[in-house]
């Protein structure tokens, strides 16, 4: 039976910037840590997109009060994300404590007034969580939805972008007594995220929050059509880790959660080795959203650069390489949005695979063996990333990679949308900053309608790519488009019309094509 959690409506739009890296750590939790940190990243020429400000940033559960102590200026600290291009995203819970652990103070300047206005489930009856003791807020009561907003507001009109709303819920019993009459703990569920989601946009078209979807912590959480990024939960850093994940993150595709978020080297217990690190942080770059942080070394092992300059290099590859799908991440998103369904298809639990979009499929390397087993997907013919090498569809293969690569495989036809910056991935550089590329794999006849985003957030115009058989491409957009057309072709064409400029990469097998317009068509052969 499908959870209550779960339904047959479709997930949100997720806003273009979620697609970026996202960073944290929740073992300082200053001002002085958040900006060390992006600072670091900065040095080391990673992106960064979005930094989640952890627990504990207030000074009780949950009273919406920076520390000052941690954060001397909140407001400051924001400016300071904001002016980096990133995204703020704060860390919740809906309890309301009195009795709060790591906090400056102990109970919420609010804790009687909830219980006094019934605005706490159980009659107001305290329960123990793992922050402390107190109140939930009934997501089920009108009056205590509007309260809470106040509070959001006190962040939310500060500039904020999202919410890390972590679990509190599940700790107040199977079953709950709200407004509506006692309900189980996880029909409950549903009314606490949709009410946070619901008033954030009602403020920021393009907020989100980041909450469970399956946990192994709870089971469901968060209904499909009301969560924008699923996190499932706290992960440890080895082996173990990885693989429960990829479980979590799998369920969570096949029961239509749209946007899914890998934890790279988990939350806490053991921390990542060099290997352990570099597998997890690979398997996150090839899910929609990847988020390095955590407890567990948040600032040792969760730092590519702690295990050396060689693995600061792959990760900065493979985190420039997340970045660049952005835009084809995004256009998944949309169509998940409109069809229902994940961004993650065709999850193998049993195989540990999986489809990021209908165009690049993955498998992960979850253990010491580098030598893997590999079974592509039987409705398509595939072409190797690293070297373009061809393959049938369903073949059956065993290939061993290196530190630096990953099983990585691209659709027969494929035409991915890329954005891209600079040389680090080797699909561009900085000529390319401004302009559209699209990554083709020609392959008989294939197209595509690309949802492409006006901004950093859900809005989109839709542009449409055909390739055919015989080397003609055709671009179709409601407005002039700057395009680089990256065409893979193990040989050199000798008759190129119709384009501003091209050249041939005999080391990449790849044809380079600039041609601008609205609508305009080219041929290569």
Avoid at 84 to 106: E, F, G, H, P, Y
Avoid at 200 to 219: D, E, T, Y
Avoid at 460 to 486: A, H, M, P, R
Wanted: some cysteine.
């Amino acid at each position: 039976m499908p959870s209550m959690a779960q339904s047959n409506k479709k997930p949100p739009i997720a806003p273009l910037w979620v697609y970026s890296p996202w960073i944290w750590e929740d073992s300082l939790n200053t001002d002085q840590a958040v900006k060390m940190l992006v600072n670091q990243y900065k040095q080391h020429k990673i992106p960064v997109g979005a930094l989640i400000v952890d627990s504990p940033w207030s000074l009780s559960y949950n009273d919406f009060l920076w520390d000052t102590n941690k954060y001397p200026d909140p407001k400051e600290t924001i400016k300071f994300l904001k002016d980096q291009n990133i995204k703020v995203v704060m860390w919740l819970t809906a309890c309301i404590n009195s009795k709060s652990k790591d906090t400056r103070n102990n109970a919420s300047p609010d804790f009687e007034y909830v219980r006094k206005m019934g605005y706490a489930v159980n009659n107001g009856q305290e329960s123990d969580w793992w922050k402390g003791r107190g109140l939930h807020i009934d997501f089920t009561n009108p009056a205590a939805n509007k309260w809470w907003n106040t509070q959001l507001d006190k962040l939310l009109d500060m500039g904020i972008d999202g919410w890390k709303v972590d679990q509190g819920e599940i700790y107040f019993g199977d079953t709950v007594t709200t407004s509506i009459g006692k309900i189980t703990n996880e029909a409950f569920r549903p009314y606490y995220y949709r009410g946070i989601i619901n008033h954030s946009l009602s403020k920021n078209r393009n907020a989100v929050i980041l909450g469970r979807p399956f946990s192994h912590q709870g089971g469901y959480a968060a209904a499909v059509e009301d969560l924008t990024v699923g996190w499932s939960g706290d992960f440890s850093g080895n082996w173990g880790g990885l693989n429960k994940q990829i479980n979590n993150i799998y369920t969570s595709a096949n029961a239509g959660y749209g946007t899914l978020a890998c934890e790279i080297g988990g939350y806490f217990e053991a921390k990542s080795k060099r290997e352990e690190f570099i597998r997890y942080m690979q398997f996150g770059s090839f899910c929609p959203v990847m988020i390095n942080g955590g407890s567990n070394g948040a600032f040792s092992t969760h730092l590519p650069w702690y295990f050396g300059e060689d693995v600061t290099q792959i990760y900065r590859y493979y985190a420039t390489l997340h970045q660049e799908l952005g835009y084809y991440l995004f256009s998944a998103g949309v169509n998940a949005h409109i069809h229902g369904g994940s961004i993650i298809k065709n999850a193998s639990i049993a195989d540990q695979s999986h489809l990021l979009g209908e165009d690049i499929f993955v498998k992960p390397i979850t253990g010491e063996n580098a030598t893997v087993a590999i079974n592509l997907p039987e409705n398509n013919a595939w072409f190797d990333y690293w070297t373009d090498s061809f393959y049938e569809a369903g073949q059956k293969i065993a290939k061993t990679y290196l530190e630096k690569s990953y099983p990585i495989f691209i659709k027969a036809g494929a035409i991915i949308p890329l954005k891209v910056d600079d040389n680090v991935t080797g699909h561009g550089d900085g000529r390319s900053k401004g302009k559209q590329t699209f990554l083709i794999y020609p392959y008989g006849n294939s197209s595509t309608i690309y949802h492409k985003p006006t901004g950093d957030g859900v809005s989109y115009q839709d542009i449409k790519v055909s390739v055919n058989k015989n080397g003609t491409i055709d671009f179709e957009s409601v407005q002039k488009e700057d395009c680089i057309f990256l065409i893979k072709s193990k040989k050199k064409p000798v008759n190129i019309t119709n384009t501003k400029e091209w050249s041939y990469d005999e080391k990449t097998n790849t044809i380079r094509i600039i041609q601008s317009g609205k609508k305009f068509s080219f041929s290569y052969h």
